[in-house]
C-alpha cells in the first residue's frame, strides 16, 4: 500500500515537472524561434528596395522618394533640387 502511494506521487511529481518545465521551456523556444524568423524577414524586406537600385549613381528624391542619377540636375517627377 505504501508502496503504490510512493508511486503515485512520483508519477505527480514527474507530470508536473513535465508541465511546469518541459513544456514552458519548448513554448519559450518556439516563441524565440518564431521572433528570430520575422526578425529576419523584415530585415530582408528593409534591405529589398536599396538592392534594387544599387549603386553609386543612384539615390532616392528627399520630396517624392523617386529614384534620381546623380547627373540630373534636379529630380524628375516633383522637381525637387539639392543645389
Ligand atoms: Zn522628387
Known amino acids: 500500500m505504501d508502496r503504490v502511494s510512493d508511486f503515485g506521487v512520483l508519477w505527480i511529481l514527474f507530470v508536473a515537472l513535465v508541465i511546469y518545465v518541459f513544456i514552458p521551456l519548448a513554448l519559450s523556444s518556439l516563441v524565440v524561434w518564431i521572433l528570430i524568423k520575422i526578425l529576419r524577414t523584415q530585415n530582408k524586406n528593409k534591405k529589398a528596395p536599396y538592392q ?7 539615390f532616392r ?5 523617386a529614384i534620381i542619377n546623380s547627373k540630373q540636375e534636379s529630380c524628375q517627377a516633383c522637381g525637387w533640387t539639392w543645389k
Do not use: A, P, T, V
Request: aromatic share 0%; glycine share 34%; charged share 35%.
Open 52 to 58: 534594387e537600385h544599387g549603386g553609386r549613381e543612384e
Open 61 to 65: 528624391c528627399l520630396g517624392c522618394g
